[in-house]
């Protein structure tokens, strides 16, 4: 939770307060294609939706790219002790620095699960 002490108060203030106004509809429209853009296992369309959304892209690297990045030795500890499945948020799988792409670019084979 600290990642949002990078986050100045003020921002989360209105962001929030936006939030309240709209009634959570704009934000249920977005998971909705959210949820459809994964169940696609459309990647790409998931980083155009993130990428397209300037409060995330205002804070993409404190909210993804940092976090995706700390990730990766730690995945790789654990998937090395033993059989590991790791779930993340839909935000963090695509893009440069998406968890798939560091962890293929870190040697490790990574699939789909229909």
Do not use: C
């Not at 990642?3 to 934000?27: C, H, R, T």
């Amino acid at each position: 939770m600290s990642i949002f002490d990078s986050i100045p108060y003020k921002e989360q203030a209105e962001m929030l307060v936006e939030s309240i106004k709209n009634g959570g509809e704009a934000e249920g429209d977005d998971l909705d294609v959210l949820v459809e853009l994964y169940k696609k296992q459309d990647i790409n369309g998931l980083d155009d939706m993130l990428n397209g959304d300037p409060e995330i892209s205002k804070y993409n690297q404190v909210l993804l790219v940092n976090r995706n990045k700390n990730w990766i030795p730690r995945i790789g500890k654990f998937a090395n002790e033993k059989p590991t499945f790791f779930a993340v948020g839909a935000g963090h799988l695509p893009g440069k620095e998406g968890v798939i792409r560091l962890l293929r670019e870190a040697g490790y084979t990574v699939r789909a699960i229909h």
